[in-house]
């Protein structure tokens, strides 16, 4: 069964500061990693995608992810934070070949200090 | 385009009622997916669809959570008898298609309170 875990249900930065968002995953076969933001009452917008081509994937709004198969990690990273990143950020996992459901962390919520 | 529509934004009902949550996928997407979002366990799968037939209805909590997909577009999540604990927000998503990576599109869900 596949699982992911987010470190740090909560983490707050500077505005400018570096963002780290933690996300380790299990999987017994290869899989496909996604980084998932929500804002207040929204639903979930795709950042950024893991599907077994570059190890560093690129995603919107300045955010990047590596993924490392050796630590099972698929961490997000932004170099500078901004006001308008605050919000939730949800890690998920799925099939390599299956239905592709979704299993998800669960969740970072991000504070951003002026 | 349009995205992905649900209906309505919020439902608040009292226990033991039926509720009905529908979703419009985008069109042309032939998967469709049902999450849950709760506060106690986070975002859960419910089922998904590939056109109108559900092949995984492994996630659905119990025997009053149903779902149907007509015409390859429309879903509706049926809740039978609710129970305080189905109070939550259900997602529903769609995609180009299963597998390879397609990327799952998020409607804004349907806030359910059970009272």
């Known amino acids: 069964a596949q699982s992911v875990t987010q470190l740090g249900s909560h983490v707050s930065v500077s505005e400018g500061a570096l963002v780290l968002l933690r996300c380790n995953y299990s999987?017994?076969?290869?899989?496909?990693l996604f980084w998932y933001v929500q804002y207040p009452n929204q639903g979930l917008q795709l950042l950024l995608k893991?599907?077994?081509?570059?190890?560093l994937v690129k995603g919107i709004n300045g955010f990047e992810a590596e993924f490392k198969k050796s630590e099972t990690s698929f961490h997000l990273t932004k170099p500078s934070a901004h006001m308008s990143d605050a919000a939730e950020y949800f890690c998920a996992v799925s099939d390599f070949q299956g239905a592709q459901k979704l299993v998800f962390g669960q969740g970072t919520r991000l504070t951003i200090n002026p | 385009g349009a995205g992905v529509s649900q209906s309505p934004s919020n439902k608040v009902t009292e226990k033991g009622k039926d509720v009905e949550l529908r979703c419009d996928p985008i069109?042309?997407?032939?998967?469709l997916y049902w999450y849950r979002q709760s506060l106690g366990q986070g975002l859960e799968f419910l089922i998904y669809?590939?056109?109108?037939?559900?092949?995984?209805k492994s996630g659905l909590p119990s025997d009053r959570f149903s779902a149907e997909r007509t015409g390859g577009s429309v879903s509706t999540l049926t809740i039978q008898r609710t129970q305080q604990e189905d109070s939550a927000v259900y997602l529903c998503a769609s995609s180009l298609g299963l597998g390879g990576g397609y990327e799952q599109y998020f409607g804004p869900g349907t806030r359910l309170t059970v009272t």
């Open positions: 069109s042309g997407h032939t998967a």
């Open positions: 893991y599907t077994s081509a570059a190890t």
């Open positions: 999987s017994s076969v290869p899989p496909y």
């Open positions: 669809f590939q056109g109108n037939s559900a092949p995984d």
